[in-house]
């Protein structure tokens, strides 16, 4: 298997913007962790217990407990049909899957993961993710969400007015026009300005709809897309995303 690589993210409870602060990886039946530059840039992040040190890379076997905790055990009941929701395959996906489709949100802290996207050659790439914001639809889009399709074409739209996210972009159906939520933050920080420039450069669609799945679960799309050659050396490269350590 290729080395799999994964983002930690962190909401600061002061200012409430998001800060990358670590990445994950693992590869040959091994995890590592480093922390990253986003980790100082704020004096409220505290380092995670056991991983006090922000410049040594951290290595093991197995997954770090901070990460294990934000698994769902196998052994519940339930994980049949979690799995089912992200549209993941229960033989298959491993840890580092469930963790990176899933976010590994817990709703007793303010972290989150998303997975590294690979580009290809030509700067081609795909990506797979939830809407977010779902729960916050009037229930004209509630019921709109329910009656689509995978393989549903969505169309992209630039929530340029939007007083907590500059980057913000919103998914919405064609006929009869009906928003339906907006790409996760690390997306939209990545493609808005490919987005402003030229639309069709992405191609959003529906992956899987899980109608009895709780909103953060329940509409799960596909984007495809290229880079300008411009663009390919700084896609989730920024300096929040360098680590301490090499």
């Not at 039946?29 to 922390?35: G, K, N, P, V």
């Not at 914001?133 to 019921?143: D, F, H, I, N």
């Not at 919103?170 to 808005?192: A, C, D, K, M, V």
């Not at 992405?202 to 009895?212: A, D, G, K, R």
Request: with cysteine.
């Amino acid at each position: 298997m290729n080395k799999q690589t994964a983002f930690l993210t962190w909401q600061d409870p002061d200012s409430r913007d998001w800060h990358v602060i670590g990445v994950l990886e693992y590869e040959k039946e091994q995890y590592s962790f480093r922390y990253t530059q986003g980790s100082r840039a704020t004096n409220n992040f505290v380092p995670f217990s056991g991983m006090e040190n922000l410049t040594k890379e951290y290595r093991s076997s197995g997954l770090f407990p901070v990460f294990q905790n934000r698994l769902l055990s196998s052994k519940r009941p339930e994980f049949p049909k979690f799995i089912s929701w992200l549209g993941l395959n229960h033989e298959t996906a491993n840890s580092m899957d469930v963790l990176t489709r899933s976010g590994g949100v817990r709703g007793t802290d303010n972290l989150q993961l998303f997975p590294k996207i690979e580009l290809g050659e030509g700067g081609e790439f795909e990506h797979v993710f939830f809407v977010h914001g779902v729960r916050y639809l009037p229930e004209s889009a509630q019921k709109r969400i329910d009656s689509l399709k995978s393989g549903d074409v969505l169309y992209a739209c630039l929530d340029i007015q939007n007083e907590f996210d500059n980057n913000a972009v919103l998914l919405r159906t064609q006929n009869p026009p009906e928003l339906l939520g907006y790409i996760p933050r690390y997306l939209s920080l990545e493609l808005f300005s490919i987005l402003t420039e030229n639309q069709n450069t992405m191609c959003f669609s529906v992956e899987l709809i899980s109608n009895e799945a709780p909103e953060s679960y329940k509409l799960l799309c596909r984007v495809q897309g290229s880079l300008p050659t411009e663009l390919q050396h700084s896609f989730m490269a920024g300096q929040e995303y360098q680590p301490l350590t090499d």
